[in-house]
């Protein structure tokens, strides 16, 4: 991606070329240092918004800037983690549900300290078009941020289908 970048924290690393609609986003994963996974946000874009993305980020990778950020929260959109910390955290508010919410506080971000992998799902109510998917590191702690990460989405006639498997390079 931008090795330039390597070791920022709150950076988002984006992938694209997909154009697939789902109902539910699934993704595995791992970090090879350690039994710990924390991310700040995934993100999904998209070429055309459903609405104006006044408040969102504009820190997409330089070649896809015709892209542009999906709210999640317009979708009803749902976050689950197979694993989760205790209370929230240090925090108390490191909840999967962080995932999906754009921000920079200490908090904003999903943490687990039980597993080197763990499956987090995005559900949807209606079929979303995505044609990106960008992952952002936390805020701290490097050796909490997966290595790689395997994409699945649940199409609307319900198959599942691989996307990408990719090495996260923040
Ligand atoms: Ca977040």
Same mark, same amino acid.
């Given at each position: 991606m931008h090795p330039q970048f390597h070791g920022q924290r709150w950076h988002t690393v984006a992938y694209s070329g997909f154009n697939v609609k789902g109902t539910a986003f699934k993704f595995k994963f791992k970090n090879d240092n350690g039994g710990q996974l924390q991310l700040g946000e995934i993100i999904f874009y998209q070429t055309?918004?459903?609405?104006?993305?006044?408040?969102?980020?504009? /820190? +997409?990778?330089?070649?896809?800037?015709d892209l542009v950020r999906i709210n999640l929260h317009d979708h009803s959109a749902r976050v689950l983690a197979t694993h989760i910390v205790p209370h929230g955290g240090g925090t108390g508010k490191e909840v999967?549900? /962080? +995932?999906?919410d754009a921000g920079e506080e200490a908090w904003n971000k999903w943490y687990q300290a039980s597993s080197n992998q763990s499956r987090v799902t995005i559900t949807m109510k209606k079929p979303i078009k995505v044609e990106a998917i960008g992952f952002k590191s936390a805020n701290?702690?490097?050796?909490?941020?997966?290595d790689t990460v395997e994409i699945k989405y649940l199409a609307p006639n319900y198959s599942n289908a691989v996307l990408a498997n990719h090495q996260l390079n923040f």
């Amino acid at each position: 991606m931008h090795p330039q970048f390597h070791g920022q924290r709150w950076h988002t690393v984006a992938y694209s070329g997909f154009n697939v609609k789902g109902t539910a986003f699934k993704f595995k994963f791992k970090n090879d240092n350690g039994g710990q996974l924390q991310l700040g946000e995934i993100i999904f874009y998209q070429t055309q918004a459903p609405q104006k993305p006044a408040s969102y980020g504009t /820190n +997409l990778v330089d070649n896809h800037s015709d892209l542009v950020r999906i709210n999640l929260h317009d979708h009803s959109a749902r976050v689950l983690a197979t694993h989760i910390v205790p209370h929230g955290g240090g925090t108390g508010k490191e909840v999967p549900a /962080n +995932l999906i919410d754009a921000g920079e506080e200490a908090w904003n971000k999903w943490y687990q300290a039980s597993s080197n992998q763990s499956r987090v799902t995005i559900t949807m109510k209606k079929p979303i078009k995505v044609e990106a998917i960008g992952f952002k590191s936390a805020n701290d702690c490097p050796h909490r941020d997966p290595d790689t990460v395997e994409i699945k989405y649940l199409a609307p006639n319900y198959s599942n289908a691989v996307l990408a498997n990719h090495q996260l390079n923040f």
